[in-house]
């Protein structure tokens, strides 16, 4: 078991316990959530093993969210199917509008990794990109995307021109040896996109399966060897936060305080998630309510 005596990210010492008894959805043990004062990097500090992760985003992750029992249902319309997914859709389309003004070249290979169904791949894929690739733990999304023209991560053919870590190094166990492995597929012009939610452990309601909340300051540390191009922190107006005030304190009346989570079923929710897809259609709103609500996002090139 890995328990930190030092930063994971800039290995500073001084740490401070800002949480006792944080919950992590895959496991029943109790968490210290702590934050380096050097990086401002928070992070779990005794976090469950390797194993009990890979388990988790091997089957449970995308199962929760998203069902599918029959493969020649339309990607779109999986990509449409629950409230979740699509917010991830719309977050998709603002990273292909900030992605596609530094790739150009239809050609260029590109890699979603833990892309789950891949909105983005998707995206890429009716902007008329060719060469698309994801990286999946769940062997059926795989088999389904394949079915979609979207190859399978090739480990022969292992460089990329443009790799997308969207919502992934909150994730991962050690997020300095998670980009060291990615280091053979770059070359000296491979672009990377990261997203991660933005300080999301101060928020009431998140999905509790995060390992590592990043600062500007650690993100920048962690890719040491490479230079930021362009980078975005979220900040919510007053319309956004009242809005999201509102619908909170709905969710915490009528679901969580009965012990419901947002995912269960019941008919109530299956309404109130319904006309939410509408509002969030036709309004464009930036509130997101199942997937991050504030995104840190940005691109980075080997230097
Ligand atoms: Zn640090």
Request: glycine fraction near 2%.
């Amino acid at each position: 078991m890995i328990y930190y005596k030092n930063c994971p990210i800039c290995k500073n010492k001084n740490l401070l316990i800002i949480k006792k008894n944080f919950f992590i959805e895959y496991s029943k043990k109790s968490y210290y959530l702590c934050k380096c004062s050097k990086c401002y990097h928070v992070f779990v500090k005794n976090p469950p093993n390797q194993n009990c992760i890979t388990k988790y985003y091997k089957k449970k992750f995308w199962n929760d969210k998203i069902i599918i029992n029959n493969e020649d249902i339309n990607w779109k319309k999986i990509l449409n199917k629950t409230p979740g997914s699509v917010e991830r859709y719309f977050r998709a389309t603002r990273q292909y509008k900030f992605i596609s003004k530094y790739i150009k070249d239809k050609k260029k290979r590109i890699l979603d990794y833990g892309s789950g169904y891949s909105p983005l791949m998707f995206i890429f894929k009716k902007k008329k990109f060719e060469n698309l690739h994801v990286f999946e733990y769940d062997q059926s999304i795989i088999k389904y995307l394949r079915t979609q023209g979207i190859n399978n991560y090739n480990k022969k053919k292992n460089k990329f021109d443009l790799i997308c870590l969207s919502h992934v190094l909150e994730h991962v166990l050690d997020p300095v040896r998670f980009i060291k492995s990615l280091k053979k597929n770059l070359h000296k012009k491979t672009l990377i996109y990261f997203d991660v939610p933005f300080q999301d452990y101060k928020e009431q309601f998140s999905e509790n399966c995060h390992l590592h909340f990043f600062s500007k300051r650690s993100m920048q540390i962690l890719f040491k060897e490479f230079k930021l191009i362009d980078y975005n922190i979220e900040i919510h107006g007053f319309l956004d936060r009242f809005l999201l005030k509102i619908f909170f304190f709905f969710y915490k009346k009528f679901f969580f305080e009965k012990g419901k989570k947002i995912t269960n079923p019941s008919i109530i929710l299956k309404y109130t998630h319904k006309i939410w897809i509408y509002i969030k259609n036709i309004s464009f709103s930036n509130i997101n309510i199942f997937i991050s609500r504030k995104d840190f996002y940005g691109i980075f090139i080997p230097q």
